[in-house]
Structures are given as C-alpha cells and as structure tokens.
T-cell receptor
Framework: DAGITQSPRHKVTETGTPVTLRCHQT?????MYWYRQDPGHGLRLIHY???????DKGEVSDGYSVSRSKTEDFLLTLESATSSQTSVYFC?????????FGSGTQLSVL | GIQVEQSPPDLILQEGANSTLRCNFS?????LQWFHQNPWGQLINLFY???GTKQNGRLSATTVATERYSLLYISSSQTTDSGVYFC???????????FGKGTRLHILP
C-alpha cells in the first residue's frame, strides 16, 4: 500500500456541514493526489500536490479545497458538503513513475 | 485537456479465455499506467508503460505512443481477474494524471 493511510474510512454527514478528509504517507513522496470515484465516471482528479504548499486543480475541483503544510499529509476539505459530493474518495501518491492508492473513504452526504 | 477512452466498457468471459483491453489517448504522454480495481475496491498498479511491451505472468501490455493507444492482454483468465481495469496518462511531470472510465471484466467460473 506504499504507506498510505486515509482517514476516516467511512463518514456520514449532513448537507451544509464542512468535512475534511486526511491522507497520510510515510515515505516522503513529493506528489500526492485526490480522486473521487462515481459509477459511470471512473476516477476523476480533484486536486493534486507537487510539494509542500504547491497544489493545483484537477478536473472536478469546484466545492473542494486542499492543503499540504507538510510532506506527509494532504488534506481535502469540503467547505459545505452537498449531496452531489457523496462518493468514494481515493488518495494516491506517485512513487517514481508509478501511482499507488490508499484504501479510500466512503463519504455520504445526506 | 487530454482525453482517455477505454474499450470495451464491459466484458464477460468464461474462465480460461483470453482478452484484450484498449486505451486510446488524445495527446502525447510521458506516463501511462494500467490498474486493476478488485471487487473490494482496492486499486492495484499493474504496469507503468509509456511505450513498448511488458509482461507480468499472464498479463502483458503494449503501448504504441506514436499512435496514441495502449493494449492490456489477459491470458487464461481466472475468476480473480474480475474487476475494473483502468488506464491513466500524464502528459508531463507536474501535470495531471487522468484516468479513463475503465473496462469492467467479469470472468465466469
């Protein structure tokens, strides 16, 4: 699993509440990514980071923000959760040329 | 942005059959990878293959970068091969890694 931990693994929240998902890595890799997976859409990139405090938008960044204040942690925040953000969220790291994924977070917004 | 298309979207095969999955991309890339997502949702990296051919057991992959496509071959399929296969591409370092929508493979016993 390339030392990637996502937390929480499952979360149920209400529309309008803020939510933060955490991705933690133990191997000091520079590149980290957040994807969401929905039926019929595959994996879509939300935001990614190429270093501490260096982040950029992906394909579906509206409604999401990220922060990376230290190499090992990449946080994804939903400022005000909506039902359309119900999804499985995957964090990934790039080790050399290869991408490795965490186990995912199942988020339900009611 | 770069477009990634995978075909077929779904494939049902009998155990022991061979299969070929295709990934087309719309621009030149310096990174192409294949992944398998098992029925429990775990994503496993199969190949890093921006060009050329690689083999790993019953799986092999070929990327023809000049023609912008990659193929994943699965021989003598087993039920454990079931799941979704994704390809992903990156145009350059510090760029986005974009996924196709995947091919769902179901191997019948």
């Amino acid at each position: 699993d390339a030392g990637i931990t996502q937390s929480p693994r499952h979360k149920v929240t209400e529309t309008g509440t803020p939510v933060t998902l955490r991705c933690h890595q133990t191997e000091n890799h520079r590149y980290m990514y957040w994807y969401r997976q929905d039926p019929g859409h595959g994996l879509r990139l939300i935001h990614y980071s190429y270093g501490v405090k260096d982040t950029d938008k992906g394909e579906v960044s509206d409604g999401y923000s990220v922060s990376r204040s230290k190499t090992e942690d990449f946080l994804l925040t939903l400022e005000s959760a909506t039902s359309s953000q119900t999804s499985v969220y995957f964090c990934a790291i790039s080790a050399g040329e290869k991408l490795f994924f965490g186990s995912g977070t199942q988020l339900s917004v009611l | 942005g770069i477009q990634v298309e995978q075909s077929p979207p779904d494939l049902i095969l009998q155990e022991g059959a061979n299969s070929t999955l295709r990934c087309n991309f719309s621009d030149s890339v310096n990174n192409l990878q294949w992944f398998h997502q098992n029925p429990w949702g775990q994503l496993i990296n199969l190949f890093y293959i921006p060009s050329g051919t690689k083999q790993n057991g019953r799986l092999s992959a070929t990327t023809v970068a000049t023609e912008r496509y990659s193929l994943l071959y699965i021989s003598s399929s087993q039920t454990t091969d079931s799941g979704v296969y994704f390809c992903a591409v990156e145009r350059g370092r510090d760029d986005k890694i974009i996924f196709g929508k995947g091919t769902r493979l179901h191997i019948l016993p």
